[in-house]
Nanobody, 116 residues
Framework: QVQVVESGGGLVQPGGSLRLSCAVS????????MGWYRQAPGKQRELVAG???????NYSDSVKGRFTISRDNAKNTVYLQMASLKPEDTAVYYC??????????WGQGTQVTVSS
């Protein structure tokens, strides 16, 4: 069973930056299209950014121009570089396949809090 471990979250001031990492177990990472998702309190989980196995990226309108998704297939890792952070970016961030079907288990996520 594939496992994912997200890391890199924290507390940051508005306008600040963070880099999230997601390590994926198994031997088939390079063939997966991957996505970063987030879930704010009281809201549904939403797709933030996606990257195909070939490196094509797409972003939600709310983060376009501020976030950058990338991947390192040699390290089985997908990254999310976040800049110009806003309070509304506060959420738990998860990674999983994009599009569904998802991996059977989601990781624990990593909390991002944007506040002064």
């Amino acid at each position: 069973q594939v496992q994912v471990v997200e890391s890199g979250g924290g507390l940051v001031q508005p306008g600040g930056s963070l880099r999230l990492s997601c390590a994926v177990s198994g031997s088939f990472f390079s063939i997966y299209a991957m996505g970063w998702y987030r879930q704010a309190p009281g809201k549904q989980r939403e797709l933030v950014a996606g990257i195909t196995r070939g490196g094509t990226t797409n972003y939600s309108d709310s983060v376009k121009g501020r976030f950058t998704i990338s991947r390192d297939n040699a390290k089985n890792t997908v990254y999310l570089q976040m800049a110009s952070l806003k309070p509304e970016d506060t959420a738990v961030y998860y990674c999983n396949k994009f599009p569904p079907p998802f991996f059977a288990s989601w990781g624990q996520g990593t909390q991002v809090t944007v506040s002064s």
